[in-house]
Structure formats: C-alpha cells, structure tokens
C-alpha cells in the first residue's frame, strides 16, 4: 500500500511511519523542515494547503496525525485548536474529495468527546458530552468525516483514542510523573487518585490502525481505541513509582482541573473482532518509557 502520514514528526505519527514502512511505501508530512527523509513534504503551519499533496502523488490510504493534542491548551487557544483540529481536517479531507476520492482516510479523535461517560465501558454509540475545546473540536472532526463519506462517497474512519503512552511522549501524565519524581523528596499530583484511564501503549495504537485499514467499513464510522481495562491513577502512580525505585511522599491535592475527565473505561468489542490482543503492558511500557523518559529529560 501506498500510506500517507500527515504529522509523521509527532509522537503517534513517527511511530507510524516506523511502523509500516517495512512493508509499505510511505509517505510523510508535517510542519518541520526535513532536508533529508526521502518521500517527505512540508506543510505550511500557518495556513496548510493539502491540495498540492494529493494532486502530486494518490494514496491508498491517508493517517491524520497532525493538530494539537492538549486540553489546557484548547482553554488557553481556543481559535488555534479549532484550525488544527477542525479546519485542517476538512481542508484534507475537501483535498482528497477533489484529487484522490479513493483514498481512506483515518482521522485520530479522542476519548475527550465522552467526556465523564455515565455508563462503562463508554460504547461508541454512547452520546458525546465534551468538557472542553478540545473535545468539541473532535466532536466537530467526526462530524466533517461523517460528512465526507455520507455526502461525497470518501472512505473515513475516527479513532477515538485512550490515554496513550510510551517511548517519545514529551508530555502528560507519565512525562509529568517522571519530572516529579526526579531528585524530590514529594510528588503532587491533581486529583484524588481515584481516577481511572484507560491506557494503551503506541505499539498497540499501531496495531489497530493496521487492524482498522484491513477491516473499517470506512463509512464516517468511530472506533474506541483503548484495552478495555480502567487504571487508577492512584494505581498508576505507584506502579511508576515502584519502576523508577522512588521513595519520596507522594500527595493528591484533590483539585480536579478543568476539562479533566473522572473516569474512562472503553468498550473495545470491535477491537477484539478484529483480533486485537495487546502486546505491550502497562508495567512493560513503563520500564521501558522511564528509562526513555530519563535519558531525554
């Protein structure tokens, strides 16, 4: 096949590209000049054009790694959230409508437009309750996909994907963590520690987005993208704590932030019959992200 990953310099995208270039020609877009990696294309970040990269090259499939992916960030910037998350999908998905119709395109949403779910594991016919720009303007992503391919015959697909961790996240609550526990005698952390995440190693990401191009119907649909089993902080916490050998006091302040969900468990039943089974756990993924988090801290 013939994969385009737009975001290819992110974390989920460089994993991606790793990923299926073995076994797949692979293409490559984002905002960072690359002088040197074959098959690559810049975009511009201030005001993205994709109709030159799809009039240029056709696809089998495009993977929309690209926007911003931080909800205090979304409260902060609302209007740029919106461009990267929102407009930027339509401008590649009207792209693609235009030049290469055939293409599937996969769009990475979040488990942020659940919201605080009322029943779990949260189905994906469950109705969405966003907290936050951030998971409105995933909302308004979905729709747009739902759109393309209802209105116009274009193969879409959203996966709405959990708390995703490993080797290159430079951010949220394992990078968080990390910081915390180096060289202090206490770590404080938001919440109760009550909490619950839904957690998924990018390994695993990579193998359902394979599992999704072999098997989606590609019709505007949603698909969970998790390993079905809800994670306490509290317990997430201690599991790092114990890995890294820190022995400092560990504090909830009990202030939930703005935006932050309580609880998140997924229904992954279209997952399983797909075949997906995890590979990677979270104590293995967390060996081997806190040995990654310390060299690169």
Known sequence: MKILIIGSKGFIGSHLVHYFEPNHEVWQCDVVTDYTTPRYMLIDASNSDFNTIFEEQSYDVCINCSGAASVPDSLKHPYRDFLLNTANVYAILNAIHT???????????????????QILPVVESAQVAPMSPYGRHKVMAEAICREFAEEFGVPTCSLRIFSAFGNG???QIFWDMNRKMTDTKEATFFGTGEESRDFIHIQDI????????????FKGEAVNVANGEAITIRDAVNLFAHLKGYLGQIVFNGTVREGDPRFWKADISILKGWGYKPSVTLE???????QWATENA
């Open 206 to 217: 990579a193998q359902v987005v394979d599992l999704v191009i072999k098997n989606a119907s």
């Open 284 to 290: 293995q993924g967390l060996k081997s992200y806190i």
């Open 169 to 171: 996240l430079r951010k």
């Open 99 to 117: 030049h290469n119709k055939a293409c599937k395109f996969i769009n990475l949403s979040s488990a942020a437009v659940y919201g605080n779910p």
